[in-house]
């Protein structure tokens, strides 16, 4: 019976899209809650990536961006707290500032990030990605949509690691010819 509960607490978690913690704390999250992120780092230099840490950059990216489309769209800063660090926090604590002060909120619906790492330093210190995301963007002021549009963006990315998880130390959006 009680193992049956769990499964039916997790289940239900799954469905919703809701993280969930479980046995010492691990989280548990279903597949649907974070955006598709496929990294590449067959050139990556001056040292190779190791199987574990491209899994947990993955991860700790998506996890990242999904926080940014959460708060963007609530206009909370507090939901930058866990993924971003550095000018990255500090630039979307304004936007999202800004956004508050004049009554717009922005949503994005991610369709997916193909990733490149592009470099990680030798003490295993940064990586630097180059990110081409198929972004959904809307504005509202209050629930009125004033934009939609779609289109490709690429990003330059500086990540770094913390204890345990990779932070967005730096996300620079750049124009399309610099890939």
């Not at 909370?76 to 979307?92: E, I, P, S």
């Not at 002021?141 to 690691?161: C, G, H, I, N, Y």
Request: charge should be neutral; glycine fraction near 6%; include cysteine.
């Amino acid at each position: 019976m009680r193992r049956a509960g769990l499964l039916g607490l997790l289940l239900t978690a799954a469905l919703c899209g809701a993280p969930i913690r479980v046995w010492m704390g691990v989280p548990v999250y279903a597949a649907s809650t974070l955006p598709k992120v496929v990294l590449s780092a067959d050139t990556l230099a001056p040292r190779p990536i190791e199987q574990r840490t491209g899994e947990t950059l993955t991860h700790d990216y998506a996890q990242a961006w999904q926080d940014l489309t959460d708060c963007l769209n609530s206009n909370r800063t507090d939901l930058l707290n866990d993924y971003f660090t550095g000018q990255a926090k500090h630039r979307f604590i304004q936007r999202i500032g800004e956004q508050r002060r004049i009554g717009l909120r922005t949503q994005y619906v991610d369709h997916g990030h193909r990733v490149k790492a592009v470099f990680y330093s030798a003490d295993g210190g940064a990586m630097q990605l180059e990110d081409q995301v198929q972004l959904e963007v809307k504005i509202f002021d209050r629930d009125q949509l004033l934009f939609s549009e779609t289109s490709a963006q690429k990003f330059l990315v500086l990540m770094t690691p913390g204890a345990d998880r990779w932070y967005v130390r730096s996300l620079q959006s750049v124009p399309e010819e610099t890939f």
